[in-house]
């Protein structure tokens, strides 16, 4: 409970509407920011002081990208398919999404994706009450592929041979993602190289 009488939902990023629902007026919700109970990320979200749980930095991308895919880099490291380090949260958005504020902390890389590819392989993943959108593993494989020339041969490589060792890997999803995403001569040149 905090000092409004209400208890607020078990997780760190809480929509303006979940408050609502909750039967928190405009008014309550700028006394919880005052008290430093909320902190106002954008118009339509806020950042529970109070939470006490799991921290990841991919909850905060629905408060600024509230479509937002978790991609790339960011979404390798998440499924251990490469040793890289990411310096920002890559995230991949609808190409006719217009994000207008952006944290400083944590840093977000934007990608602007085709529908065809932007809505492919999305999976939620819940932890606690929190939850974040995120590229399955083949998903990320073919976009790593996709974008190895921005990213690196090497790190494009590395995700494949990582996917390729996976006790789960699906390579008929892997197939079908290369080739409804126009990547597959790529696909198989790579892994003419690597099986």
């Known amino acids: 409970m905090n000092s409004t009488g209400h208890r607020l939902p078990r997780k760190k ?3 303006i509407d979940e408050l609502k629902d909750m039967g928190y007026s405009f008014y309550l919700i700028k006394k ?4 430093n109970i909320l902190e106002k990320l954008t ?4 950042e529970n002081l109070t939470y006490e749980g799991d921290e990841s930095d991919f909850y905060y991308v629905s ?17 251990q398919l490469t040793t890289e380090r990411s310096k920002a949260i890559d995230v991949a958005i609808p190409r006719s999404d217009r994000i207008y504020t952006m944290p400083d902390w944590p840093q977000i890389q934007l990608y602007y994706y085709n529908d065809m590819r932007y809505k ?7 932890e606690d ?4 959108s995120i590229y399955d593993p083949e998903k990320t494989a073919i976009d790593i592929l996709h974008y190895r020339e921005k990213l ?6 590395e995700v494949l041979v990582q996917y390729l060792a996976k006790k789960d890997r699906n390579l008929n999803k892997l197939y079908r993602y290369a080739k409804e995403l126009g990547n597959s001569k ?3 040149t790579y892994l003419e190289v690597l099986l």
Do not use: H, M
């Not at 919880?32 to 008290?35: G, K, S, T």
């Not at 118009?43 to 806020?46: E, N, Q, V």
């Not at 009450?129 to 974040?132: H, I, R, T, V, Y």
């Open 13 to 15: 990023i809480i929509k």
């Open 32 to 35: 919880l920011v005052e008290e």
């Open 43 to 46: 118009r339509k979200s806020y």
């Open 63 to 79: 408060a600024y990208a509230p479509r937002g895919v978790i991609c790339l880099i960011s979404a390798a490291i998440y499924w």
């Open 120 to 126: 492919t392989g999305i999976v939620t993943i819940d």
């Open 129 to 132: 009450s929190n939850q974040f």
């Open 152 to 157: 690196g041969i090497e790190v494009a490589k």
């Open 186 to 188: 790529i696909l198989r």
